[in-house]
């Protein structure tokens, strides 16, 4: 057990500029989850993946993000058009269908905006 | 939506000492309510969670319990060690699939 796997950790990038991060779940884990924390707050929900189908989205993924999950494995977060806003850890998380409650996240990719 | 409210922001012990962190949440529909633990440049750890049907559930040195009719549930930490330092957060999962809310999460440091 690998554990959840997140690249790149850090990406720092100019306002206006198309970001793309990648999620690699723990191994057989079905449901794949993306959240945003902010320096001195707690995760914020984004989305939520069961196998490649894509099941919740909050209200924080505006028209600029978009999440896939084309095979049921991995997942991609895309950012378009940066703003500063975006600046924030975005974590991911994965869980098995066993024990679907039981989230485990990866360490995150840290982006900068500037 | 649901929302979570976790107290004391910041928490300083002596080492062997007990911590107690606490929350509460507003949507009574919620049934699972996990307790994280973050340190630097890393991302959350699972280290205890409760199930809405359960009131107390023990793992060594931390304890979690839940009053469904108040709607709060507490982290107990004993005998608290240098590398128990770190931010904790608890959560609650609604009845939508898999969302987890986060509280604002809790600082603690334990002195040696």
């Known amino acids: 057990d690998t554990g959840v796997s997140q690249d790149p950790r850090h990406k720092i990038t100019k306002r206006g500029q198309n970001v793309t991060f990648r999620c690699d779940p723990i191994s057989e884990h079905n449901r794949l989850y993306w959240y945003r924390q902010t320096l001195g707050q707690g995760p914020e929900f984004l989305t939520y993946f069961q196998n490649e189908a894509q099941l919740e989205k909050s209200r924080l993924l505006s028209d600029r993000f978009s999440a896939e999950r084309p095979k049921g494995s991995f997942s991609t977060l895309e950012i378009q058009r940066t703003e500063q806003g975006d600046s924030a850890m975005y974590l991911c998380?994965?869980?098995?269908?066993?024990?679907?409650?039981?989230?485990?996240f990866g360490p995150g990719t840290r982006l900068t905006v500037t | 939506g649901e929302n979570v409210e976790q107290h004391p922001s910041t928490l300083s012990v002596q080492e062997g000492d007990s911590a107690v962190i606490k929350c509460t949440y507003s949507d009574s529909a919620s049934n699972y309510f996990p307790w994280y633990k973050q340190e630097l440049g890393k991302g959350p750890q699972l280290i205890i969670d409760i199930r809405s049907n359960v009131g107390e559930k023990k793992d060594q040195r931390i304890a979690v319990t839940l009053n469904k009719t108040a709607k709060h549930f507490s982290l107990h930490i004993t005998e608290t060690q240098p590398e128990d330092s770190a931010v904790y957060f608890c959560a609650a999962k609604g009845p939508s699939y898999g969302k987890l809310t986060f509280g604002q999460g809790t600082i603690l440091t334990v002195h040696p």
């Open positions: 998380a994965s869980s098995f269908r066993d024990r679907a409650y039981e989230q485990y």
